[in-house]
């Protein structure tokens, strides 16, 4: 697991959430075990920050695969 991470100071996701009212994080801090955001299916409104270099990255997941993915679960009529 990498040893960087970028978090969301609370008062700024608490009035993302309350706003979005957000279901999933693919990008969960601290992630849990081998837990890979860009492997799983995600929620219907789904808050993400993710890594900003692939260096950062788990599983080699940088910004380019979760914007892939975004698109992807977009497409599926996600947000």
Known sequence: MS???WLTPPAMY???DEEF?????????PRIGSFNG????????NYVNPPFRR?????GAG???????AIQEQNEGKS
């Open 3 to 5: 040893d960087k991470f």
């Open 14 to 16: 608490q009035a993302l």
């Open 21 to 29: 009212h957000f279901d999933f994080d693919p990008c969960p801090y």
């Open 38 to 45: 860009v492997a799983v299916p995600w929620g219907q409104m």
């Open 55 to 59: 260096s950062d990255g788990d599983f």
């Open 63 to 69: 910004p380019t695969a979760f914007i892939r993915k």
